[in-house]
């Protein structure tokens, strides 16, 4: 009786096993594929600004404008449209000694200059350069230039 139990059950898994033979035995196993590496993209080249960037002195009691963007390696040059102001980099009125017109020297004293004068700063490094008018700061004659890591020039 349990050898006629036997033949029966393998009669009826017979078809299957069968299947699942032949299923196995076509299968066959693809080689592996490298995983491709993604190539470095370029970052966007940008066309470089001006190499000179104007900033008018004692139009009213300002500059103007008042807040510059800038690249590193770029001048900022201050021109003056009125008697009586500064140039001085600072802030909240109090020199840093960072730079300040007419000539970099003594800037804890300024010297005031006059209508017609140009004064010239290249910033070679990002960050943000405050700076005010030392006769005029506590009247808001300020300004902030923000340097940022020179672009990528296109080819």
């Not at 069968?18 to 940008?46: F, G, H």
């Not at 470089?48 to 510059?68: D, E, K, M, Y």
């Not at 980099?89 to 000539?103: E, L, Q, R």
């Not at 140009?118 to 990002?126: E, P």
Request: charged share 10%.
């Amino acid at each position: 009786m349990k050898a006629d139990i036997r033949i029966r059950v393998a009669v009826i898994l017979l078809p299957f096993v069968a299947t699942a033979v032949a299923l196995l035995s076509a299968t066959q196993t693809a080689p592996a594929r490298p995983t491709p590496t993604p190539r470095p993209r370029a970052t966007p080249c940008e066309h470089l600004p001006p190499p000179v960037l104007n900033v008018t002195v004692g139009q009213g009691l300002a500059f103007v404008p008042n807040i510059l963007y800038a690249t590193e390696g770029q001048t900022v040059c201050w021109n003056w449209v009125s008697n009586g102001h500064s140039v001085t980099s600072g802030i909240n009125c109090m020199a840093n000694g960072w730079f300040c017109s007419p000539d970099n020297i003594n800037c804890s004293q300024p010297i005031l200059s006059n209508s017609g004068t140009q004064y010239c700063v290249t910033f070679n490094s990002a960050g943000f350069y405050y700076y005010f008018c030392a006769a005029h700061c506590t009247m808001g004659m300020t300004g902030v230039i923000n340097v940022s890591l020179r672009p990528r020039p296109c080819p």
